[in-house]
Nanobody, 123 residues
Framework: QVQLVESGGGLVQPGGSLRLSCAAS????????IGWFRQAPGKEREAVSC????????YYADSLKGRFTISRDNAKNTVYLQMNSLKPEDTALYYC????????????????WGQGTQVTVSS
């Protein structure tokens, strides 16, 4: 049974940092690209970042480049999203998801989703 569990969210002040984790089970992590998405209240879900199955390719939303870094540790079955210089507009529920066909920004292409972890950026 494929399962993804996000963690690491919380309340942080503007300019702060968080590292999100996506722990995977039920499949071989290095068979899948892993994407991070987020959804703020009243807004559509948007793609944040994606890392290929090998970790050799990474993708970011243009607005997030330079602040967010995605990485993976296949031995630990975990993908990370390091978020720096956080802004109030980064407040959202963050999800990770699997795509066995490779990275894409289209959420309907992803096969399995976690329940999400809440990130709130506020002073």
């Amino acid at each position: 049974q494929v399962q993804l569990v996000e963690s690491g969210g919380g309340l942080v002040q503007p300019g702060g940092s968080l590292r999100l984790s996506c722990a995977a089970s039920g499949f071989t992590l290095d068979d899948a690209a892993i994407g991070w998405f987020r959804q703020a209240p009243g807004k559509e879900r948007e793609a944040v970042s994606c890392i290929s199955s090998s970790g050799g390719s990474t993708y970011y939303a243009d607005s997030l480049k330079g602040r967010f870094t995605i990485s993976r540790d296949n031995a630990k079955n975990t993908v990370y999203l390091q978020m720096n210089s956080l802004k109030p507009e980064d407040t959202a529920l963050y999800y990770c998801a699997t795509d066995f066909q490779g990275c894409t920004s289209w959420d309907y292409e992803y096969d399995y989703w976690g329940q999400g972890t809440q990130v709130t950026v506020s002073s």
